[in-house]
T-cell receptor, first 110, second 115 residues
Framework: ETGVTQTPRHLVMGMTNKKSLKCEQH?????MYWYKQSAKKPLELMFV???????ENNSVPSRFSPECPNSSHLFLHLHTLQPEDSALYLC?????????FGEGSRLTVL | AQSVAQPEDQVNVAEGNPLTVKCTYS??????LFWYVQYPNRGLQFLLK??????LVKGSYGFEAEFNKSQTSFHLKKPSALVSDSALYFC?????????????FGKGTTLSVSS
């Protein structure tokens, strides 16, 4: 148990669906992150939020839309995704040092 | 720009033998360095970090890493490998004084420990 909870753990969606991934951290951290992990590829940073404000957007397509209503919650809204978006989406939080990761949401786009 | 290199896609060792997983980095200034482990269908688990101080850092599960500034390396080591150590290992770096910025990860090294 890392203190970072991601839901759902698994998600299958069609290309025309709209869905959301949720992340909640119970560690009192100020920064939250979305990473994408695809097979055979390095971890890709997607978004960074500090104190609810987005501080990094790593050229992510607009079909991925993040939302950070407070320092404890982070969402990733998904719409009109492509099959190549199938991956493990990892949420993490930090205060000043290491990142603490959730277990990930395994997304399959049909 | 910051970067991390893990030159080996896979490392194979026999149980009971020492293991080393290599990592080199590039960053301006003194780096913050990290090692993570990932088991199948799980998130990344923090193993250890180097911020400052002793070059030899001890972490979870008997792992340690040695910071070598002249070689810009931060290799992960364990004196005696266990079959349960088999997993995917990631090295990561962040520039100093950048709290709240993301870590840059290497591509990962798969460690396979045979019995």
């Amino acid at each position: 148990e890392t203190g970072v909870t991601q839901t759902p753990r698994h998600l299958v969606m069609g290309m025309t669906n709209k869905k959301s991934l949720k992340c909640e951290q119970h560690l009192g951290h100020n920064a939250m992150y979305w990473y994408k992990q695809s097979a055979k590829k390095p971890l890709e940073l997607m978004f960074v939020y500090n104190f609810k404000e987005q501080t990094e957007n790593n050229s992510v397509p607009s079909r991925f839309s993040p939302e950070c209503p407070n320092s404890s919650h982070l969402f990733l809204h998904l719409h009109t995704l492509q099959p190549e978006d199938s991956a493990l989406y990892l949420c993490a939080s930090s205060q000043a040092g290491e990142l603490f990761f959730g277990e990930g949401s395994r997304l399959t786009v049909l | 720009a910051q970067s991390v290199a893990q030159p080996e896609d896979q490392v194979n060792v026999a149980e009971g033998n020492p293991l080393t997983v290599k990592c080199t980095y590039s960053v301006s200034g003194n780096p913050y360095l990290f090692w993570y482990v990932q088991y199948p269908n799980r998130g990344l688990q923090f193993l250890l970090k180097y911020i400052t101080g002793d070059n030899l850092v001890k972490g979870s599960y008997g792992f340690e890493a040695e910071f070598n500034k002249s070689q810009t390396s931060f290799h992960l080591k364990k004196p005696s490998a266990l079959v349960s150590d088999s997993a995917l290992y990631f090295c990561a770096v962040r520039a100093p004084n950048q709290a709240g910025t993301a870590l840059i990860f290497g591509k990962g090294t798969t460690l396979s420990v045979s019995s």
